[in-house]
Structures are given as C-alpha cells and as structure tokens.
C-alpha cells in the first residue's frame, strides 16, 4: 500500500532542475513513484510509509539543492 503527499518545491526555474529533482526522488529508498512539476513547482511522490516519511522527502529535496516544505 502506498501513500500520496504533493510537496511545494522552491528555485526549480528550468527543465533541468525538474529531472534533478524528480530523478533524485525517484531513485530514493521507498519512493514509489515521482512526478515533479515545473510550472506548478511541486512534487507529487507516492511512496511506502513503512519505507520513507514525507519528511525525508523533503530532507532528500533540500539536499539537492533546492526549497521544500510540507504544506500545513
Ligand atoms: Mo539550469 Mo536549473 O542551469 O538550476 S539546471 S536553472
């Protein structure tokens, strides 16, 4: 079973920074699928909660070199 969560990226600004951030996400533990948007600026990444959390997704984001916060 997996789980859904939409993560609002910041400083993506061309098609390169979206295949980083979508490549890194994809190649993360756990991740099931991930889908990064441009124009939107967010990542929509399903995953295995037994196997990653929401917040070291973002951690993962940040460590690429851009922003992520989980919305609240
Ligand atoms: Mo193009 Mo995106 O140099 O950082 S990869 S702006």
New binding site residues.
Partial sequence: PSERVVIPVT??????????VQRTLSRTPGVVDASVNLMMGNATVSYDPAAVTPDALVATIRDT?YGAELPR
């Fill in positions: 400083g993506m600004t061309c098609a390169a920074c979206q295949g980083r070199g």
